[in-house]
């Protein structure tokens, strides 16, 4: 290597390490088309480039590494697995690239989570429970291959109470808050299946508890009432209506409020295409400073540069003469933001009781950037304050915003989905209830519900956690 391609070389690492990503992609770029036999920097721009959401070069770049005999080439064949099945949709070729790293390295473990996971996502419970299995049996004390087992087993098989037992011991040795945390709300599930109620809640509790103690930092109550405040102030009037037709139908509301259900359903119109919890408008968002106050100063060009961003982002799932369905919950915080894109934008609002709807917060293993959820009294003030900030939504645009009440829909679901579709300007369809075998992927906690058909089992299930609720909630329990 000469002198001048060495200074390449190490002026692409400086800013790679250094979190300059575009100017480390173009740096990468004059690297290796003065030098392209360099395995490891096709590697690092495949990486930069999946940072950059430049995915299909990402694709490439990654291609170009295995060609020239990277190092560690499993690890290759698993990122382009998550380029493809979290980006990209394209999950045979995701399923092809894992089982390309299990055939270098069978007892890959990240592949082998990842091919569970993969099938959980495509409705396929007997092909992840086989996987998860392979991976106890490379590493019999991993707690999240254990907590994945106990998530797709069926609560009231023979299998259960053995994994029960397994659960509780593992749950005892493991040092790692994060470990115990995916134990213990995987234990949780299927002391619920079993009706073992008390046991549950306990159970779920200590898995908070853990959770809590693994991401260190808390939810801040003033400091999220502040920024609702803060997006009421920016948005004080409806954006003004243009030509500018929208690309997406954005289902949102709280978490666990049946937004999975509706986009599943849905997806059984000739004319929708469903995009799952994409990660577009935070990620928008998160470049955008200050934000929300810089949305409404604005200008046009600006504007036109962040709708092309979520445009490009979508451009995988968009079809002529179909509309994609957005289903990010907590979009609810950012509807400002998309009606200054899309002026026209339709917004169907998931709803649902109030109290099942936290405890399914509380029962369900979620991430740091919803630190909320893992405390039932902080769940029922950023419940107070979605509230809030859905009436002030509501009162600016009452003709683009549909409630749609999950109980409503398990209880009458033809009639509160034909509303649905008039709401969107749609036909009814025959066959958009029977959706309970559709193959698309899903890509949420609620994999295996929508599965399932319509059932009001989950309506006033907060009533076998009563006593628990009130103990915890205190007077919230009655707001």
Partial sequence: MDAETRALLERAGSLRRAGRVDEAIAAYRAL?????????????????????????????????????????????????????????????????????????????????????????????????????????????????????????????????????????????????????????????????????????????????????????????????????????ATFPKPAQRSDQDAPAIFILGMFRSGSTLVERILSGHSRIVPAGELDLIPGLVSTISPYPEAVASAEEPTVERWRRFYLDGLAPFTRDGSFVTDKRPDNFLHIGLIKTLFPDAKIVHTRRNRLDNLLSLFFLHLGPGMPYALDLADAAHWHAEYERLMEHWRALYPDDIFDLDYDSLVEQPEQILRKTLDFLGLDWEDGLLDFQEREAAVKTASVWQVRERLHSRSSGRWENYEPALKRALGKAFDA
Avoid: T
């Fill in 32 to 232: 290796l088309a003065r030098q392209p036999d360099l395995p490891d920097s096709w590697y690092n721009l495949g990486w930069l480039q999946r940072q950059a959401r430049q995915y299909e070069d990402s694709l490439v770049s990654y291609g170009e590494a295995l060609k020239l005999g990277v190092r560690d080439p499993e690890e290759v064949h698993l990122n382009r697995a998550v380029i493809l099945s979290d980006y990209l949709a394209r999950h045979d070729e995701a399923q092809a690239e894992l089982e390309a790293a299990l055939k270098i390295r069978p007892d890959y473990l990240p592949a082998l989570l990842n091919l569970g996971n993969l099938h959980e996502d495509r409705g396929k419970r007997g092909a992840a429970e086989e996987a998860y299995r392979r991976a106890l049996a490379i590493a019999p004390d991993d707690a999240l291959a254990l907590s994945r087992l106990a998530g797709v087993i069926e609560p009231g098989s023979d299998s259960a109470a053995e994994v029960i037992e397994n659960m509780k011991s593992a749950i005892a040795r493991e040092h790692a808050p994060s470990g115990r945390a995916d134990l213990g709300f995987a234990l949780g599930r299927l002391l619920d299946g079993r009706e073992r109620y008390d046991q549950a809640f306990a159970a779920y509790e200590s898995a908070n508890r853990a959770s809590r103690e693994s991401f260190g930092a808390g939810y801040d109550r003033i400091a999220h009432e502040r920024f609702v405040d803060r997006l009421i």
